[in-house]
């Protein structure tokens, strides 16, 4: 069942009722799908009495990437997308763990080639951890292929492109998987419908290449830096479709995943079956950074109630 937006949301500079918070039927967005948007997430830290949104400022600048290429005109500052972010939360009271989301959108009733107006969103999901973070997934590899770059910017997170990942993630869910594995158009390991995709091999963490079609993650580079941190190698690269049956473990990343470990994919065990020690390792030191216990890259963490 899904959890509801909370209360108040953040549009155009202002804080309004969720029930208000509406665009024309005939925008851009709705009628073209022209937006760009970020999922973050905002961890309480009770011991703290403390909310931190995970690299908010990285968030921001993708979102800008986003826009520019997009044509969304002109990209908003950061700081007034993180003033309104910061609004919002505050304005809802929030002291849980919450996903947050922030769309660009093509506001206004133009034609196919418009740029602007463009309209600015922001709301929060309070959201528990999941059971997949605990026990893992099943998967199957899609028999759609992940968008490419000469179709769509897979390097940005625009509302259209995901068309692509629902139809691939609604076949696996139809088929019996709680996941589903996209290759590229090139029969190549891409990315899941909506995180990005680790194996380990002989101690090795392997990931597909930016090159292969995915979303450059800032979850993907955060569990990049924590596993190189703790001594784990760290191979980008191609890998093909079978060799993920080879793998000793895998897992899912993404902002709105977390760290998802992978028990099979199409029906064959990865490993043993089992989410394994690499992967629980940097779950654990994933969750210490983002939830603030002690000071692991306090860079990475935006306090909401500090100062406030």
Not at 45 to 51: D, T
Not at 96 to 119: F, K, Q, S
Not at 242 to 251: I, L, Q
């Amino acid at each position: 069942m899904p959890v509801p937006t909370a209360e108040k949301m953040w549009l155009n500079g202002r804080i309004v009722p969720y029930a208000e918070c509406q665009l024309h039927a005939f925008s851009g967005v709705v009628k073209y799908g022209a937006a760009v948007f970020e999922g973050m997430r905002g961890y309480w830290n009770a011991e703290r009495g403390e909310m931190y949104v995970f690299r908010l400022a990285e968030h921001l600048e993708r979102l800008r990437f986003g826009m520019r290429v997009m044509r969304l005109d002109p990209p908003f500052e950061a700081e007034y997308m993180a003033n309104g972010l910061l609004e919002m939360i505050r304005a809802n009271a929030l002291r849980e763990n919450v996903h947050l989301r922030m769309i660009a959108y093509l506001d206004g009733d133009d034609e196919l080639a418009a740029t602007g107006p463009v309209g600015l969103v922001c709301g929060a999901v309070p959201r528990p951890r999941g059971k997949a973070v605990s026990e893992g997934v099943h998967v199957a590899v899609a028999s759609y292929a992940r968008l490419s770059d000469n179709a769509m910017p897979p390097r940005v997170k625009a509302t259209g492109n995901y068309i692509n990942s629902r139809a691939a993630e609604l076949e696996a869910k139809r088929n019996g998987y709680q996941g589903v594995l996209m290759l590229t158009d090139r029969g190549k390991v891409s990315e899941g419908s909506g995180a990005c995709f680790f194996m380990v091999r002989n101690g090795a963490l392997h990931t597909p290449d930016t090159s292969s079609d995915i979303l450059e993650s800032i979850t993907r580079a955060t569990v990049i830096e924590l596993a190189r941190e703790a001594g784990i190698a760290v191979h980008e690269r191609t890998i093909d479709r079978h060799e993920v049956h080879a793998a000793d473990e895998a897992f899912w990343c993404g902002t709105g995943y977390e760290i998802q470990p992978i028990l099979s994919l199409d029906r064959i065990a990865i490993g043993d079956g089992k989410p394994g020690g690499i992967t629980r390792a940097l779950q654990r030191s994933y969750f210490d950074v983002v939830e603030g216990r002690g000071n692991t890259h306090a860079e990475w963490r935006t306090p909401v109630w500090a100062g406030s």
